[in-house]
């Protein structure tokens, strides 16, 4: 119907992107149909909605500030206070019997659980990371272990390479078509060629790697200049791609990827801390995870944050802790309590350099 | 630019906040306030409530005129930033959604303020909002709404040109996109309440209503 509508989401995602907010269904649900909650991204909705089809169920769809679940949760734009407004507020309360309802996993960064209940009674259960996953974890009412981690596959990253490549190469394409017309269409392709080889390949390169791409990316900076042929233009690409190139290689990608660890002072000091005296067997930090970091020690009814190396530090199994039996902790053993993270959403991800003391 | 920088105007940030509305309703919205306050506080001791009092600044005027003032907010930064301006004010402070006024007292304030955070909700929280701020209502009290609307006519041609650059500046400044309130007088109705009286500002785009309960 909407082909125009892709295309713009898929060069302009970065942006929010509102639908209205409210109860939507799939199928014909009734008073028993499961009830799921999500932001009102509007590509989020609507692959939603047909990720379930062929299923009867309730769609609740929360303000998130047009902005999709996973920076939303972080940032503040979908917390329990959404989701606790949606829920009361778009009367699905009317429609059904129970009072239970699947959120993203991927929200559990600010919709805390525990408060959603204290506060409308709903208890919250965290769905799959992935939408096409959803059919299969309705039917067997519980997550696999590839549910609940976050994938980087190949369509993810082109997307992600669109989502950058076109405002850019719309901003730097247009600037060249003011000073220099015939460059524009090259430029646009070098940021596009750019933006795909960034997140297909450059990510997944080790250190050296992306040392010696970077020399090449110089070097054929230079020989650009040299068949470029002297004058104004010769020197404006020889000081411009360089720093262009440093730009994009130096760039924090955190925001983009699931596989860039956090680059910031701020964040690589503070690690989860986990006290097993206080753990009593919940697995809500098992259930929320992005990354899996979390296995099951079921004979103690305990946790063990058995994959450090793989946690990206988004403090969704902080905040979610019913038994605040994990923190962040620094090297000097200074911690930051739950209870401060889940106030000013101290997750790292979103207020990075709030004094935690 | 990185994504730290994104991520900051995502987070949103009270201390542009109140600078970014004198801006974007081109300095206006003192003389909204004045209106607000003028309908809300009639005299000493009323009770008002105050849904979504962000960094203060109608609380703060509330206090001035005598009122009692109950003052909510969703956002623990903004509801700081108020408490840190009016500190020995008396005021009741609540962490909380709009939603969530349906666990306060029914028939408990002389008036229930929403001075511009109508347009911040979605159409089903409104008439839930509205609904249950009737409800709250002691006999003889009033909602006074405060808020962005759909300018009538022509004017609202004009409005929608300018809504553009103004929502870019909006999102820069204060961190949300709002749109105006499409049907506010109709969905005052649907909650039960009827307008007694409103003002309006810029080509009618800005407006202060004061509803009561129908009979």
């Not at chain 1, 659980?113 to 992935?130: S, Y």
């Not at chain 1, 933006?195 to 791409?213: E, H, I, K, P, S």
């Not at chain 1, 000081?239 to 924090?252: K, M, V, Y």
Request: net charge neutral.
């Amino acid at each position: 119907m909407s082909w125009w509508r892709e295309v713009l989401q898929a060069g302009f995602r970065l942006f929010p992107w509102p639908t209205e907010p409210g109860l939507r269904t799939v199928g014909q649900p009734d008073a028993s149909s499961p009830v799921l909650l999500t932001g009102n991204y509007d590509l989020t909705v609507r692959r939603l909605m047909h990720a379930l089809k062929g299923q009867d169920a309730w769609v609740v769809v929360a303000p998130s500030g047009g902005i999709n679940v996973w920076c939303a949760a972080a940032g503040g734009h979908l917390s329990t206070h959404q989701v606790v407004t949606a829920l009361k507020t778009c009367g699905v309360a009317d429609r059904v019997q129970h009072r239970r309802v699947i959120l993203p996993q991927l929200a559990a960064t600010g919709a805390l659980a525990l408060d959603v209940f204290r506060r409308c009674r709903w208890k919250v259960t965290f769905g799959p990371v992935r939408l096409e996953d959803l059919p299969a974890y309705l039917e067997a009412g519980e997550k696999t272990d590839a549910m609940r981690r976050v994938q980087f596959g190949m369509r993810e990253r082109l997307e992600m390479a669109a989502a950058w490549a076109v405002p850019i190469g719309l901003l730097l394409g247009g600037l060249t078509l003011l000073l220099r017309p015939g460059w524009a269409l090259p430029v646009v392709a070098a940021v596009a060629a750019m933006a795909v080889a960034v997140f297909t390949v450059y990510d997944r390169l080790g250190r050296a790697r992306r040392l010696v791409l970077a020399a090449a990316g110089v070097a054929s900076a230079l020989v650009a200049t040299l068949l470029a042929g002297g004058g104004t233009a010769a020197i404006v690409v020889a000081i411009g791609l360089p720093l262009l190139l440093t730009a994009i290689l130096t760039f924090d990608y955190e925001g983009s990827t699931p596989t860039e660890g956090g680059s910031h002072f701020e964040e690589r000091r503070w690690r989860i801390a986990f006290d097993p005296e206080r753990c009593d067997g919940v697995y809500r930090c098992w259930e929320v995870c992005p990354e899996a970091c979390f296995e099951k020690l079921e004979a103690e009814r305990k946790v063990e944050h058995a994959h450090d190396e793989r946690c990206i530090r988004c403090g969704a199994c902080v905040v979610q802790c019913p038994k605040d039996a994990l923190f962040f902790e620094d090297a000097e053993g200074t911690r930051i309590e739950p209870e401060v993270i889940r106030r000013f959403k101290l997750n790292l991800l979103g207020q990075r350099s709030v004094d935690a003391s | 630019m990185s994504s730290l920088a994104l991520m900051r105007w995502l987070e949103g940030s009270p201390q542009r906040y109140d600078a970014g509305m004198r801006l974007l309703t081109f300095g206006r919205v003192t003389r909204l306030h004045e209106a607000v306050i003028a309908a809300a506080a009639r005299k000493p001791g009323d009770r008002v409530l105050e849904i979504g009092c962000g960094t203060g600044s109608v609380t703060a005027r509330l206090v001035a005129a005598g009122a009692q003032v109950t003052a909510l907010d969703q956002a623990p930064e903004m509801l700081e930033q108020a408490q840190a301006r009016l500190p020995e004010a008396g005021v009741t402070w609540l962490e909380q959604t709009a939603a969530e006024i349906d666990r306060l007292p029914e028939a408990g304030f002389e008036a229930v303020v929403l001075s511009l955070c109508l347009s911040d909700m979605s159409a089903s929280e409104r008439v839930f909002v509205l609904r249950e701020a009737r409800r709250r209502l002691a006999p003889g009290g009033r909602v006074v709404v405060a808020d962005e609307v759909r300018a009538p006519g022509l004017r609202g041609v004009l409005q929608r040109f300018w809504r553009v650059p103004q929502a870019a500046l909006g999102w820069l400044l204060v961190g949300t996109i709002s749109r105006p309130v499409p049907d506010l007088v109709g969905e005052l109705r649907v909650a039960g309440l009827a307008v007694q009286a409103e003002e309006r500002w810029l080509l009618g785009s800005l407006a202060v209503m004061v509803a009561e309960p129908e009979r």
